[in-house]
């Protein structure tokens, strides 16, 4: 079965230093990666994926990810955090090859301090 | 692009009535939607999967006779909740995946607050 895991309930950083929300994954085969964002009473917004290709993946906002085969990881890095960044963050996994069910993480709330 | 709504946004009920919120691809086509229930402060658990002209594909525990979904076009989803308890009372998102579209990612809906008093 397939997992993701976000080891962080929050980070803490403060604006204009750089961040970083980790997740670990664990799927059969090659993984197609996701970062997600929510604000508060909201659904879910796309950030940036890992398909194939070049591991460090660049998306929204000035966010960028890298996905790490050995360590299976694709960790979450901006190099200057806002104070409007501050929300909830969700790593996603799921096989690859096609649509196939989608696994998210427990989620990291990024709190931004100014 | 690529938005999906859903309404209603936010809604209150009576324990044992039931509760229709409709999921909406707005500019793209939907073949597959998917419905998910959030906790506070936990992830998304996966409901089902509604794939449009045909049954959902509910996940292991998720009652099929009380989460009752039906996608009756590419671009409408719907989930009822019927006899609704106060445990129901959670956060429902659905997403959708563009038909026509080489990307992989889900689009999210805003979310349905429910509410079973």
């Known amino acids: 079965a397939q997992s993701v895991a976000q080891p962080e309930d929050q980070v803490n950083v403060a604006e204009g230093n750089p961040l970083t929300v980790k997740c670990t994954y664990s799927v059969s085969g090659n993984p197609y990666l996701f970062w997600y964002v929510q604000y508060p009473n909201r659904g879910l917004q796309f950030l940036l994926k890992y398909i194939t290709g070049d591991n460090l993946v660049k998306g929204s906002y000035g966010f960028e990810a890298e996905f790490n085969k050995s360590q299976t990881s694709f960790h979450l890095k901006k190099p200057s955090a806002l104070v409007s960044d501050s929300a909830l963050y969700f790593c996603a996994v799921s096989p690859a090859g096609g649509y196939q069910k989608v696994t998210f993480g427990t989620g990291t709330k990024l709190q931004v301090i100014p | 692009g690529a938005v999906v709504s859903q309404h209603p946004s936010w809604v209150i009920c009576k324990s044992g009535t039931s509760v229709k919120i409709e999921c909406r691809s707005l500019d793209f086509q939907a073949t597959t939607m998917f419905w998910y229930r959030q906790f506070p402060k936990q992830s998304l658990m996966l409901m089902a999967t509604s794939n449009e002209g045909s049954k959902a594909t509910y996940e292991q525990g998720v009652e099929k006779d009380k989460f009752l979904i039906n996608h009756a076009s590419l671009t409408l989803s719907t989930l009822t909740v019927t006899s609704a308890h106060p445990e129901d009372s959670s956060f429902y998102i659905c997403?959708?995946?563009?038909?026509?579209?080489?990307?992989?990612?889900?689009?999210f809906g805003p979310g349905t607050r429910l509410t079973v008093t």
């Open positions: 997403s959708a995946r563009d038909a026509d579209g080489a990307s992989y990612e889900q689009y």
